[in-house]
């Protein structure tokens, strides 16, 4: 089974340093990073702002290990960090399968 891990992040450089990390260690297959427009209520209050996404691909077994490094990682207090089980075309999912590995 395979899922896409999704956060949020306060600069591309912070973005860069968890999706790098998590190739590194072959928890994801890949990262994309989206520049993003947010708007949330934090604290009582209604914010904006702009954030940088990232969308993990990797193997449903390992999204627990890629939630842990990301909130090692993250600078916020409390990071948006949602995850969904995938389908999709069969050679990719293979390959998330052996990076991942």
Not at 19 to 28: M, P, Y
Not at 55 to 78: A, P
Request: with cysteine.
């Amino acid at each position: 089974m395979y899922s896409i891990v999704y956060s949020t992040t306060e600069s591309r450089d912070e973005a860069r340093k968890i999706a790098g990390e998590l190739v590194k260690s072959k928890l994801a297959a890949c990262v994309n990073i989206h520049h993003i427009d947010s708007i949330y209520s934090w604290e009582g209050q209604i914010e904006e702002d702009e954030e940088f996404a990232i969308s993990v691909k990797t193997t449903t077994s390992k999204v627990q290990k890629v939630t842990d490094r990301i909130k090692e990682m993250h600078s916020y207090e409390l990071p948006a960090i949602v995850s969904w089980e995938i389908s999709g075309d069969k050679e990719y999912l293979e390959w998330i399968s052996e990076i991942t590995d």
